[in-house]
């Protein structure tokens, strides 16, 4: 994940900073402090205001990007009292000693405020970092690996790639789009790493050789 811009932050990461939500429950009768303007932020700013105390929503622009209908919903909520938005800040410092007591956070006019938060969750998004694979002399563009879109083979002879690391003109980064790479990929490795066999095309829904391998009843 992008994490906020602040000095030693990776301390709080073992007790009240979050990217992610794994339990909501961990937030019920909380104050929350909600850092973005995407999709995330705005989904858990609705869902946790259902059980959290109070949520404090801050993004460092006027507008959210997030789909029309949640920031409706959750400024409907702000009337009523349950969430708080508070746009053009950022964050400048998160104090305390082993979890987050006080979120200090400047608004573009300079303006400073300290809000006092049980949880800091933050949603700047997610960093691509191809780590040593781009050492691996693969053609790449944008941070991802070019890909031929038959076998989804990279410049590479027998490496490839598939969902979100490739690129190739049209791709859209979609879970289904993933399955689609995975499936035409796999018909190509298995060619190489079976060479003698015959490879034969079957549905799931239909095939009880594959619904036996699969566990399916
Ligand atoms: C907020 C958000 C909402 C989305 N909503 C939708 C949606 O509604 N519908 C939709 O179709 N798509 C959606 N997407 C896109 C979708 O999530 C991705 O297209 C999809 O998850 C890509 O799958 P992937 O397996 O290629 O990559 P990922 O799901 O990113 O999986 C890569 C995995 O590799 C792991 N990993 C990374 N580096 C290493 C390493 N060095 N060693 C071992 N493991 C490593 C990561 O931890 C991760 O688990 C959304 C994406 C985001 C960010």
């Known amino acids: 994940p992008r994490k906020p811009p602040i000095k030693n932050i990776d301390r709080f990461e073992k007790t009240n900073l979050f990217y992610a939500v794994k339990d909501k429950n961990k937030f019920k009768d909380q104050t929350v402090c909600i850092f973005g303007g995407g999709d995330s932020a705005l989904d858990w700013t609705v869902e946790l205001s259902k059980i959290a105390k109070k949520i404090i929503l801050i993004h460092r622009r006027e507008e959210f990007r997030a789909a029309h209908h949640t920031v409706t919903l959750a400024k409907d909520l702000e009337k009523k009292g349950k969430v708080e938005i508070l746009t053009c800040y950022q964050p400048t410092d998160f104090e305390g000693d082993k979890s987050i007591k006080n979120v200090k956070i400047k608004h573009d006019n300079g303006d400073q405020r300290d809000l006092k938060v049980d949880s800091v969750l ?96």
């Open 122 to 217: 933050a949603f700047f998004g997610l960093k691509m970092e191809l780590g040593p694979i781009a050492n691996w002399g693969l053609d790449l563009e944008a941070k991802s690996l070019k890909v031929e879109t038959k076998s989804f083979q990279t410049n590479e002879n027998g490496i490839f790639a598939i969902g979100d690391i490739c690129t190739y003109p049209g791709k859209l980064k979609l879970i289904l789009s993933g399955f689609h790479e995975g499936a035409l990929c796999a018909q190509e490795c298995f060619k190489r790493a079976r060479p003698e066999e015959k490879y034969v095309f079957r549905f799931t829904t239909s095939s009880s050789d594959i619904q036996k391998r699969l566990g399916v009843k």
